[in-house]
């Protein structure tokens, strides 16, 4: 998203498919101010929030239109970003999380176990987790790079989603 390219590619989806919230992974942004988010969402009538590029975590950017949600909160965790709020014409309320999970895998088990609780313990049954899990559930949705398939690793990436939605 530091690139002006990249900033009017999204630009374009958002005008296209006019989504009410867009989450973004790798943004590799360290700050972000009124500018850069009219200048991806393309109006006034947005919300945000970010965690900045820090090391390896690439950053995440979570923009929503504020004329269909009311966001309550956004809060930050390592490798998390979660907006909880309310659809204005139903009135239902929501959990959105944008995750960019780490390589490592103790580390991504770590992050599976904290966002089911978060997820259990929140009450609210409308929950949308999206992002760059950095990993697949299946051996046959591997695409791209010719890594080593761990099953232990998906069967805890499974676990997770199992576990966390009912």
């Not at 965790?77 to 709020?85: A, D, Q």
């Not at 997820?119 to 010719?146: K, L, M, P, W």
Request: glycine share 8%; aromatic share 14%.
């Amino acid at each position: 998203m530091g690139g002006f390219e990249k900033r009017a590619e999204v630009h374009r989806f958002i005008h296209d498919r006019q989504p009410f919230v867009v989450c973004l992974q790798e943004s590799k942004l360290t700050s972000v101010d009124e500018f850069i988010v009219k200048s991806i969402w393309g109006s006034d009538c947005c919300g945000y929030s970010y965690q900045a590029f820090v090391g390896a975590s690439r950053g995440l950017l979570t923009l929503w239109d504020t004329s269909v949600v009311e966001v309550w909160c956004t809060i930050s965790y390592r490798h998390l970003l979660i907006i909880k709020g309310m659809v204005l014409l139903s009135g239902q309320d929501f959990i959105i999380v944008n995750v960019y999970a780490p390589c490592d895998s103790s580390a991504k088990q770590e992050l599976w176990l904290r966002l089911n609780q978060f997820i259990i313990y929140s009450g609210i049954v409308n929950v949308c987790v999206c992002g760059d899990f950095n990993f697949v559930r299946t051996s046959a949705e591997r695409r791209g790079r010719n890594l080593l398939f761990r099953q232990v690793d998906a069967d805890n990436f499974n676990n997770f989603i199992d576990g966390s939605f009912f």
